[in-house]
């Protein structure tokens, strides 16, 4: 788990669920970790492999970017995509 900011609620929480040897995966982490550069939140990275429940809940279908416990993407993210999406939950 990264921390991009403190744990109190004027950060969003985001989830990314992976799994090793996922490119998209890999993908979607460096544009998060670009976004969380600039811009505070708090970042856990879920690997669905240790987790049979979890993977059999998402499977093929990762990466998966939650944000505040909502999909907010699936596959793929721009960083201007995630910056407007966390803007859209601030507040929240």
Request: proline share 5%; aromatic share 4%; hydrophobic share 35%.
């Amino acid at each position: 788990m990264r921390d991009g900011g403190s744990m109190t609620g004027a950060h969003p929480q985001v989830v990314l669920y992976s799994k090793p040897g996922c490119h998209l995966c890999d993908e979607m982490k460096h544009v998060v970790d670009r976004v969380l550069a600039r811009r505070p939140f708090s970042l856990s990275v879920i690997d669905i492999s240790t987790d049979p429940e979890l993977g059999a809940r998402y499977g093929l279908e990762i990466p998966v970017l939650e944000i505040d416990g909502r999909k907010a993407a699936k596959y793929r993210i721009t960083e201007r995509e995630l910056e407007e999406k966390l803007a859209g939950r601030r507040g929240r």
